[in-house]
């Protein structure tokens, strides 16, 4: 029964079911929930494979036409992107079953193949090892995540649809730049070869800027986020989930990998990591304080989730010399964040079914009539705030570690004023769910099956609190944050 | 300074131009085909330092990534279209929403 | 030989200026429907570009997808976006938005100089003379089962990427459908010389497309190139007023739109079973699969092309689309 | 050989000339109807000159049937793009040009 589990194709098919699912849900419409259902089970089932195969076998390596490295394109999976696999595959099971409940015949048929692509390239960005394929992976998760905003239709939704759109490509074909420059500079397209080859020339600089860039706009970091707040408030509530939790955090992972593999030579210099650090300081504080300022529910967990992302961007100055610690503290903030973030949009889906609104104000005595979902947005508060147990609170307490140790005290005030201000905006949100609002209107029932994906999403965000250790050993398969050599 | 870096700098050159355009224009339509130009200034570069092997002929795999990106870039300007008309159907001006209140 | 550099200089040089001009005029033109004329003959520019660096594959994508089909889309959406029986002739005025106040209106020309400057370094301090990737590729073109070494990197080497890269034109026409795009009306009957050209033409682009594929194995073509001519006769057909029938829209249409990636997904997942790696051929058998890969990629490619093309999503009867 | 590259050099340079000449009517002629003139018969003849050219190089036979077949499909396209266009104009009114 071992060898049966870890020579099996686990990589391959978490690619290929899902463009496989696609197309036959593209085929046959009147299927497509059930397949999407059977699709994405399988695919977390490949997941689970894959990860007691590289318990074993440790890193995934996979040339892809048997060509091999600088001619060919390689699959490679180690801890890292085990753990982003794992995230996307938990997120999107609990997305499907939520969406199965939340859109109705017409909108299901388009919903699903639209979905199932999406769930093939993020897996595919995963796994590639070669720049120029994550191009295309890019643009196919980009497309796919357009036309999922756009699904709302609507004055809002298209144009948050088209300004991510114009944004998305715009980072891809900087990105791309970036890639030719450093094919012709150094022969290779392949992240392993490359990262033996690159030197400190002005070349990698150059694409260092360019790819960075384009990074920085996918992942809108704090100056560049002006296009993810209409596009995830806007967007069904699904797709809201699964933007912030799983499309924003790819182009982290890509940037995390080509900072550590590709850019390693510039990793000593001052200047660029702490500009970093300070767009994601300011990201945190600008996102935390327009979170507050607003009044619709959606919005304020989009401008939360420009804040949060600003602490992953805290890792980058901090691991001049904390090292592993610093990318531990990213990449657990990651998990939770995405796991914490997908229950409170999917719960704020079911407030807006249930209200037919979903301005704050008017959230009338929701504890009393949905106590799943007042639940679910609680426990997923309690993870994004960084408050014990949850999986928020080891990545920040991870991280303030690191900054206490290297004596950085702005970064451990922004920390924790950030973790105050999270605070703030989230109890501002539970204080309206007790009290009643003062218009009275009629509600529509919630099915339980939506009630319930939330509230397990943001269990699982608790629960991350008390799986440090496994998890951490997890990541640390393949040795992705060179914690082997010792940093300079 | 052969002929494949004199292409590689026109090409550098029309990335900046397009980078303007789209950054300047708030039309729609324009900046699309800003984007267009962008990544035709892209493939520019890509292939004209292909060409760096004097008699030889030149390396095949930036050709073939080239290919991949024109398609690639034709259905992302497919999308973009629909997406623009759909706007303009439902806003009645071919801009972005933000770019429409400060205009008028 | 010293004139003939020369003139090959002069040449290139006015082809570089031809772009950069065409390029700038196209984007800052009041006239929309000039500035999509002018982008086509950028396009053309750039396939004549594409032939001075050698990239003879490249030159005939370009020319066929990247100026005509892209510049079809484009003109296509500006007839949706202004009907033109209103006014009297086809230019459309915008407004170019000249940014406010003298600092917005030159930080950005400022920053762009550096910009350009900073990547032209970077570009000229490349070593002048390497052969990149081109050994391997000759070393292996042999075992690769065709001979033309682009199809052999874009089908066998790198043929993951061209997996992809036809899931995100299959994705680009789903979102198009799930838009509900705007179905390209018909406000005159077609004259009979449109008539007559699509009925003389189409047939031989269908020929042109085959032989195309065909010859892709080792020379200059391929799937690509062979699908958008299979396009540009479907664009010729629809704007000589012709509809597909509407018992045709259901699923025949949709299998033969999925028929390229579903071919390569089938034969990747059939191949694992048998060598092991994904997308690994066979050496004895490469070339056939690649020809089947390929004939079912031009099929699906051309069909994805019209449709984009058409926009509006196919009314069928069940009403489910 | 040399009378084969001086009469293929000959053709290629006539059909230069001619296509110069559809450029200069494009540019000076006063509406569209006659500048589309200018084009279309600079087009063909220009363009027959230069195949015609190319053919005397052509290594076989086969290249020479490609470059007859191009210049039939210029023409055809050609003229009915020149008709439609017209027919366009003056369905939007636009009146021919009088002295």
């Given at each position: 029964?071992?060898?049966?589990?870890?020579?099996?194709?686990?990589?391959?098919?978490?690619?290929?079911?899902?463009?496989?699912?696609?197309?036959?849900?593209?085929?046959?419409?009147?299927?497509?929930?059930?397949?999407?259902?059977?699709?994405?089970?399988?695919?977390?089932?490949?997941?689970?494979?894959?990860?007691?195969?590289?318990?074993?076998?440790?890193?995934?390596?996979?040339?892809?036409?048997?060509?091999?490295?600088?001619?060919?394109?390689?699959?490679?999976?180690?801890?890292?992107?085990?753990?982003?696999?794992?995230?996307?595959?938990?997120?999107?099971?609990?997305?499907?079953?939520?969406?199965?409940?939340?859109?109705?015949?017409?909108?299901?048929?388009?919903?699903?193949?639209?979905?199932?692509?999406?769930?093939?390239?993020?897996?595919?960005?995963?796994?590639?090892?070669?720049?120029?394929?994550?191009?295309?992976?890019?643009?196919?998760?980009?497309?796919?995540?357009?036309?999922?905003?756009?699904?709302?239709?609507?004055?809002?939704?298209?144009?948050?649809?088209?300004?991510?759109?114009?944004?998305?490509?715009?980072?891809?074909?900087?990105?791309?730049?970036?890639?030719?420059?450093?094919?012709?500079?150094?022969?290779?397209?392949?992240?392993?070869?490359?990262?033996?080859?690159?030197?400190?020339?002005?070349?990698?600089?150059?694409?260092?800027?360019?790819?960075?860039?384009?990074?920085?706009?996918?992942?809108?970091?704090?100056?560049?986020?002006?296009?993810?707040?209409?596009?995830?408030?806007?967007?069904?509530?699904?797709?809201?989930?699964?933007?912030?939790?799983?499309?924003?955090?790819?182009?982290?992972?890509?940037?995390?990998?080509?900072?550590?593999?590709?850019?390693?030579?510039?990793?000593?210099?001052?200047?660029?990591?702490?500009?970093?650090?300070?767009?994601?300081?300011?990201?945190?504080?600008?996102?935390?304080?327009?979170?507050?300022?607003?009044?619709?529910?959606?919005?304020?967990?989009?401008?939360?989730?420009?804040?949060?992302?600003?602490?992953?961007?805290?890792?980058?100055?901090?691991?001049?010399?904390?090292?592993?610690?610093?990318?531990?503290?990213?990449?657990?903030?990651?998990?939770?964040?995405?796991?914490?973030?997908?229950?409170?949009?999917?719960?704020?889906?079911?407030?807006?079914?249930?209200?037919?609104?979903?301005?704050?104000?008017?959230?009338?005595?929701?504890?009393?009539?949905?106590?799943?979902?007042?639940?679910?947005?609680?426990?997923?508060?309690?993870?994004?705030?960084?408050?014990?147990?949850?999986?928020?609170?080891?990545?920040?307490?991870?991280?303030?570690?690191?900054?206490?140790?290297?004596?950085?005290?702005?970064?451990?005030?922004?920390?924790?004023?950030?973790?105050?201000?999270?605070?703030?905006?989230?109890?501002?949100?539970?204080?309206?769910?007790?009290?009643?609002?003062?218009?009275?209107?009629?509600?529509?029932?919630?099915?339980?099956?939506?009630?319930?994906?939330?509230?397990?999403?943001?269990?699982?965000?608790?629960?991350?609190?008390?799986?440090?250790?496994?998890?951490?050993?997890?990541?640390?398969?393949?040795?992705?944050?060179?914690?082997?050599?010792?940093?300079? | 300074?052969?002929?494949?870096?004199?292409?590689?700098?026109?090409?550098?050159?029309?990335?900046?131009?397009?980078?303007?355009?789209?950054?300047?224009?708030?039309?729609?339509?324009?900046?699309?085909?800003?984007?267009?130009?962008?990544?035709?200034?892209?493939?520019?570069?890509?292939?004209?330092?292909?060409?760096?092997?004097?008699?030889?002929?030149?390396?095949?795999?930036?050709?073939?990534?080239?290919?991949?990106?024109?398609?690639?870039?034709?259905?992302?300007?497919?999308?973009?279209?629909?997406?623009?008309?759909?706007?303009?159907?439902?806003?009645?001006?071919?801009?972005?929403?933000?770019?429409?209140?400060?205009?008028? | 030989?010293?004139?003939?550099?020369?003139?090959?200089?002069?040449?290139?040089?006015?082809?570089?200026?031809?772009?950069?001009?065409?390029?700038?005029?196209?984007?800052?033109?009041?006239?929309?429907?000039?500035?999509?004329?002018?982008?086509?003959?950028?396009?053309?520019?750039?396939?004549?570009?594409?032939?001075?660096?050698?990239?003879?594959?490249?030159?005939?994508?370009?020319?066929?997808?990247?100026?005509?089909?892209?510049?079809?889309?484009?003109?296509?959406?500006?007839?949706?976006?202004?009907?033109?029986?209103?006014?009297?002739?086809?230019?459309?005025?915008?407004?170019?938005?000249?940014?406010?106040?003298?600092?917005?209106?030159?930080?950005?020309?400022?920053?762009?100089?550096?910009?350009?400057?900073?990547?032209?370094?970077?570009?000229?301090?490349?070593?002048?003379?390497?052969?990149?990737?081109?050994?391997?590729?000759?070393?292996?073109?042999?075992?690769?089962?065709?001979?033309?070494?682009?199809?052999?990197?874009?089908?066998?080497?790198?043929?993951?990427?061209?997996?992809?890269?036809?899931?995100?034109?299959?994705?680009?026409?789903?979102?198009?459908?799930?838009?509900?795009?705007?179905e390209l009306h018909r406000d005159t009957a077609p004259g009979i010389v449109l008539d007559t050209l699509a009925?003389?033409?189409?047939?031989?682009?269908?020929?042109?497309?085959?032989?195309?594929?065909?010859?892709?194995?080792?020379?200059?073509?391929?799937?690509?190139?062979?699908?958008?001519?299979?396009?540009?006769?479907?664009?010729?057909?629809?704007?000589?007023?012709?509809?597909?029938?509407?018992?045709?829209?259901?699923?025949?249409?949709?299998?033969?739109?999925?028929?390229?990636?579903?071919?390569?997904?089938?034969?990747?997942?059939?191949?694992?079973?048998?060598?092991?790696?994904?997308?690994?051929?066979?050496?004895?058998?490469?070339?056939?699969?690649?020809?089947?890969?390929?004939?079912?990629?031009?099929?699906?490619?051309?069909?994805?092309?019209?449709?984009?093309?058409l926009g509006g999503r196919p009314r069928n009867d069940k009403g489910l689309t | 050989m040399m009378l084969v590259?001086?009469?293929?050099?000959?053709?290629?340079?006539?059909?230069?000339?001619?296509?110069?000449?559809?450029?200069?009517?494009?540019?000076?002629?006063?509406?569209?109807?006659?500048?589309?003139?200018?084009?279309?018969?600079?087009?063909?003849?220009?363009?027959?000159?230069?195949?015609?050219?190319?053919?005397?190089?052509?290594?076989?036979?086969?290249?020479?049937?490609?470059?007859?077949?191009?210049?039939?499909?210029?023409?055809?396209?050609?003229?009915?793009?020149?008709?439609?266009?017209?027919?366009?104009?003056?369905?939007?009114?636009?009146?021919?040009?009088?002295?």
């Amino acid at each position: 029964m071992g060898t049966a589990l870890t020579d099996s194709p686990w990589g391959v098919m978490l690619i290929l079911l899902p463009l496989a699912g696609g197309m036959i849900c593209f085929i046959w419409p009147r299927m497509a929930q059930v397949l999407g259902l059977v699709t994405v089970f399988s695919v977390a089932l490949s997941v689970v494979g894959l990860a007691w195969q590289m318990l074993d076998t440790g890193v995934y390596r996979h040339a892809v036409g048997g060509w091999g490295a600088p001619l060919g394109i390689d699959l490679y999976a180690d801890g890292l992107s085990l753990l982003m696999l794992l995230v996307t595959a938990m997120v999107g099971f609990a997305v499907s079953v939520y969406s199965a409940a939340f859109f109705e015949r017409e909108d299901a048929t388009r919903f699903w193949p639209l979905w199932l692509f999406l769930l093939a390239a993020l897996n595919a960005l995963f796994l590639s090892a070669d720049i120029f394929n994550i191009y295309v992976t890019f643009e196919l998760m980009g497309l796919a995540a357009v036309a999922l905003v756009a699904l709302a239709g609507g004055r809002d939704a298209l144009g948050g649809a088209m300004r991510y759109l114009l944004a998305a490509l715009l980072g891809s074909l900087a990105y791309l730049l970036g890639v030719a420059l450093l094919y012709h500079g150094f022969g290779t397209v392949d992240i392993a070869l490359l990262a033996e080859r690159v030197d400190a020339s002005p070349v990698v600089w150059a694409a260092l800027g360019l790819m960075g860039t384009g990074l920085l706009l996918k992942t809108a970091v704090f100056p560049l986020h002006f296009w993810l707040p209409p596009a995830h408030a806007h967007a069904p509530a699904p797709v809201s989930a699964l933007l912030s939790a799983l499309v924003v955090k790819a182009s982290f992972y890509i940037l995390l990998r080509l900072w550590l593999e590709v850019f390693e030579p510039l990793i000593g210099s001052e200047g660029v990591h702490t500009l970093l650090g300070l767009l994601g300081a300011m990201a945190v504080l600008w996102g935390s304080v327009q979170a507050l300022r607003q009044t619709r529910l959606k919005l304020l967990i989009a401008y939360s989730t420009v804040a949060q992302i600003g602490y992953m961007f805290l890792a980058f100055p901090l691991a001049a010399a904390a090292g592993v610690a610093a990318w531990n503290a990213a990449a657990y903030l990651a998990f939770s964040h995405a796991l914490a973030k997908a229950a409170m949009f999917l719960a704020a889906g079911n407030l807006l079914r249930f209200g037919g609104h979903d301005r704050i104000a008017d959230l009338d005595r929701v504890v009393q009539r949905l106590p799943l979902t007042a639940a679910a947005f609680a426990l997923a508060g309690v993870s994004i705030m960084g408050l014990p147990p949850s999986g928020g609170f080891i990545g920040k307490w991870l991280m303030l570690e690191a900054a206490l140790v290297q004596g950085r005290w702005d970064l451990v005030a922004v920390i924790i004023l950030g973790g105050l201000l999270a605070a703030a905006y989230i109890f501002k949100v539970l204080g309206y769910a007790f009290t009643q609002a003062d218009v009275v209107h009629e509600s529509r029932a919630v099915p339980a099956s939506m009630e319930w994906a939330a509230l397990l999403l943001a269990l699982g965000a608790v629960l991350l609190g008390f799986l440090a250790v496994p998890v951490l050993s997890l990541v640390g398969i393949g040795d992705p944050f060179g914690a082997s050599e010792i940093r300079p | 300074m052969s002929a494949s870096f004199l292409y590689a700098l026109v090409g550098i050159g029309l990335f900046s131009l397009s980078l303007y355009g789209l950054i300047v224009h708030a039309h729609l339509l324009r900046k699309i085909l800003a984007l267009n130009v962008m990544g035709s200034s892209i493939f520019l570069v890509l292939v004209a330092l292909a060409k760096r092997t004097n008699e030889a002929p030149p390396d095949a795999v930036p050709h073939a990534m080239v290919i991949t990106g024109i398609v690639v870039a034709v259905s992302a300007t497919a999308l973009a279209l629909t997406l623009m008309l759909k706007l303009t159907a439902e806003t009645g001006r071919a801009e972005l929403p933000d770019d429409q209140r400060e205009s008028h | 030989m010293e004139a003939l550099t020369l003139l090959a200089w002069m040449f290139d040089g006015l082809l570089g200026l031809g772009l950069l001009w065409l390029a700038w005029r196209a984007l800052t033109c009041p006239d929309l429907f000039r500035a999509i004329v002018l982008f086509i003959a950028f396009g053309l520019l750039m396939a004549l570009a594409w032939v001075r660096l050698d990239a003879p594959d490249v030159a005939l994508a370009e020319a066929a997808i990247g100026a005509g089909l892209t510049g079809a889309l484009l003109m296509a959406a500006l007839a949706k976006l202004h009907p033109t029986e209103t006014n009297d002739n086809l230019s459309v005025q915008a407004e170019i938005s000249r940014p406010k106040g003298r600092l917005l209106q030159w930080l950005p020309v400022v920053a762009l100089l550096l910009v350009s400057a900073g990547l032209g370094y970077v570009v000229l301090s490349l070593p002048p003379y390497v052969t990149g990737l081109s050994a391997e590729v000759a070393a292996n073109l042999k075992t690769s089962g065709v001979d033309n070494p682009v199809t052999a990197v874009l089908l066998n080497f790198r043929g993951y990427d061209t997996l992809l890269e036809m899931v995100v034109l299959l994705l680009a026409l789903l979102g198009v459908w799930s838009l509900g795009g705007t179905e390209l009306h018909r406000d005159t009957a077609p004259g009979i010389v449109l008539d007559t050209l699509a009925r003389v033409l189409v047939p031989l682009l269908i020929l042109v497309a085959a032989y195309l594929l065909w010859v892709g194995g080792h020379a200059p073509g391929g799937a690509f190139q062979a699908g958008a001519v299979l396009g540009a006769a479907g664009v010729l057909l629809l704007l000589a007023g012709w509809r597909p029938r509407v018992g045709l829209m259901a699923w025949p249409l949709r299998l033969m739109l999925v028929a390229g990636p579903g071919a390569f997904v089938i034969i990747a997942a059939l191949l694992y079973m048998i060598e092991g790696q994904l997308l690994e051929f066979p050496t004895a058998q490469a070339g056939i699969l690649i020809l089947v890969l390929e004939t079912a990629a031009t099929v699906s490619i051309g069909l994805t092309l019209a449709a984009l093309f058409l926009g509006g999503r196919p009314r069928n009867d069940k009403g489910l689309t | 050989m040399m009378l084969v590259d001086v009469l293929c050099a000959v053709l290629l340079i006539a059909g230069a000339v001619f296509f110069l000449a559809g450029t200069l009517g494009l540019l000076r002629f006063p509406d569209v109807y006659t500048r589309l003139h200018a084009l279309t018969k600079a087009d063909n003849v220009g363009l027959g000159l230069m195949m015609a050219g190319l053919a005397l190089q052509a290594g076989s036979w086969a290249v020479v049937g490609k470059l007859l077949l191009i210049w039939l499909l210029v023409l055809l396209a050609g003229a009915s793009v020149a008709h439609l266009v017209a027919s366009g104009a003056l369905k939007r009114g636009i009146r021919l040009w009088k002295r």
